[in-house]
């Protein structure tokens, strides 16, 4: 497909106008906008026909494939599904639960490390791989973790061509379980430090080196964290999934979402907007509620992060709100820019009903 084809494309959340949309490639490899904004489709397709006996994978490429378009068509989007999720050790990929009184569990821990992010994870990695393929690319990926990030990143990208990857976890403060997941892979393009500090000092290093412009270019920093895109689009097909299966007559269907960076449950938002029937998306928050006292009061105020026995809860910064913001702004790139500037400024600030 040419690029005068492009329907969907995509720009940053603090745009002001000047920078055209990209196209679902550039976004893939970018990560974050080089205005500090996060990228952002500038259509929202409609929900594709999903029903309850709708394969995961086959799902996965009607729901993807609107918005990877000049990118992946559709059969190449089956073929990187189909290795993705044959590594879950469930049929259905994202099994559903019936806890009974009309309480399901929509069980995301079926993938290779357990945690929810190799549903993403399993499918953006090779994304990336045929992407840096076609551009005759190589990246290396840079990426602080408290645990489940990297085990999951690790596993997504372990052996692809392409991409080195380096991994920064705090000493002595990450998981057994992930220590070893992280530093017993094998293949020869992934790498672990154990930093002697807290997870913040791995990820100030991290932005550190993303501030370096000549080692950014010299090496071909990106990242793979929560923010990219991709991730938040391989995660919307989950939604629609598990609510076939629980409302196979299209009845509404209500999500609670354990949040951090806010990356999971903006995958439900997108659902929604795409026309599936979800009632209620609750934002779940620990000890640390940024988003739990903004829904409440309508002011977004960080405080210091709390250590909590849930760590990937703990952020005060929840980065893909960003992407709430500009929608209720009215896709207005300028006014995202400023709250968020004067968020950082003063450590709060009031957003406009
Ligand atoms: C990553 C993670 C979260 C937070 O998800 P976000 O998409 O950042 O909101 C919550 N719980 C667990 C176990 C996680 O791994």
Same mark, same amino acid.
């Given at each position: 497909?040419?690029?005068?084809?492009?329907?969907?494309?995509?720009?940053?959340?603090?745009?002001?106008?000047?920078?055209?949309?990209?196209?679902?490639?550039?976004?893939?490899?970018?990560?974050?906008?080089?205005?500090?904004?996060?990228?952002?489709?500038?259509?929202?397709?409609?929900l594709?026909?999903?029903?309850?006996?709708? @394969?995961?994978?086959?799902?996965?490429?009607?729901?993807?494939?609107?918005?990877?378009?000049?990118?992946?068509?559709?059969?190449?989007?089956?073929?990187?599904? @189909?290795?993705?999720?044959?590594?879950?050790?469930?049929?259905?990929?994202?099994?559903?639960?019936?806890?009974?009184g009309g309480h399901h569990?929509l069980?995301?821990?079926?993938?290779?490390?357990?945690?929810?992010?190799?549903?993403?994870?399993?499918?953006?990695?090779?994304?990336?791989?045929?992407?840096?393929?076609?551009?005759?690319?190589?990246?290396?990926?840079?990426?602080?973790?408290?645990?489940? @990030?990297?085990?999951?990143?690790?596993?997504?990208?372990?052996?692809?061509?392409?991409?080195?990857?380096?991994?920064?976890?705090? +000493?002595?403060?990450?998981?057994?379980?992930?220590?070893?997941?992280?530093?017993?892979?094998?293949?020869?393009?992934? +790498?672990?430090?154990?930093?002697?500090?807290?997870?913040?000092?791995?990820?100030?290093?991290?932005?550190?080196?993303?501030?370096?412009?000549?080692?950014?270019?010299?090496?071909?920093?990106?990242?793979?964290?929560?923010?990219?895109?991709?991730?938040?689009?391989?995660?919307?097909?989950?939604y629609v999934?598990s609510a076939r299966r629980v409302r196979p007559d299209g009845g509404p269907v209500s999500f609670s979402v354990?949040?951090?960076?806010?990356?999971?449950v903006?995958?439900g938002w997108y659902a929604k907007r795409m026309g599936l029937a979800v009632d209620r998306l609750v934002v779940a928050?620990?000890?640390?509620?940024?988003?739990?006292?903004?829904f409440? @009061?309508?002011?977004?105020?960080?405080?210091?992060?709390?250590?909590?026995?849930?760590?990937?809860?703990?952020?005060?910064?929840?980065?893909?709100?960003?992407?709430?913001?500009?929608?209720?702004?009215?896709?207005?790139?300028?006014?995202?820019?400023?709250?968020?500037?004067?968020?950082?400024?003063?450590?709060?600030?009031?957003?406009?009903?």
């Amino acid at each position: 497909m040419t690029g005068s084809e492009v329907a969907l494309g995509y720009v940053s959340t603090r745009s002001d106008g000047s920078v055209g949309p990209l196209g679902f490639g550039d976004v893939l490899l970018a990560g974050l906008a080089p205005d500090g904004g996060l990228y952002c489709p500038t259509a929202i397709p409609n929900l594709p026909e999903v029903g309850p006996d709708t @394969t995961y994978v086959d799902a996965a490429v009607a729901i993807l494939e609107p918005f990877t378009v000049g990118t992946f068509d559709a059969a190449a989007l089956e073929v990187m599904a @189909t290795e993705a999720y044959r590594s879950f050790r469930h049929p259905e990929v994202c099994p559903v639960l019936d806890l009974g009184g009309g309480h399901h569990l929509l069980d995301l821990t079926k993938g290779p490390t357990l945690a929810f992010k190799d549903v993403a994870l399993q499918m953006v990695g090779r994304m990336l791989e045929a992407e840096l393929d076609r551009r005759g690319r190589r990246v290396t990926i840079v990426g602080a973790t408290s645990g489940d @990030t990297g085990s999951a990143a690790i596993e997504s990208l372990a052996g692809k061509a392409g991409v080195e990857v380096l991994i920064l976890h705090p +000493h002595q403060r990450v998981s057994e379980i992930q220590r070893r997941q992280m530093t017993t892979v094998t293949a020869g393009n992934i +790498h672990n430090v154990a930093i002697r500090g807290t997870f913040d000092d791995c990820q100030d290093l991290v932005k550190a080196s993303f501030a370096d412009a000549r080692l950014r270019s010299d090496v071909g920093l990106a990242a793979v964290n929560s923010i990219n895109w991709a991730r938040v689009l391989c995660q919307i097909v989950y939604y629609v999934t598990s609510a076939r299966r629980v409302r196979p007559d299209g009845g509404p269907v209500s999500f609670s979402v354990p949040s951090g960076n806010f990356g999971n449950v903006l995958s439900g938002w997108y659902a929604k907007r795409m026309g599936l029937a979800v009632d209620r998306l609750v934002v779940a928050s620990n000890r640390n509620d940024v988003l739990t006292r903004f829904f409440e @009061t309508g002011r977004l105020e960080t405080r210091q992060v709390e250590p909590s026995l849930s760590p990937s809860m703990d952020i005060q910064i929840s980065s893909n709100f960003e992407r709430v913001l500009w929608e209720a702004s009215g896709r207005d790139g300028g006014a995202v820019a400023a709250l968020l500037a004067a968020l950082r400024e003063r450590g709060s600030v009031e957003v406009p009903a």
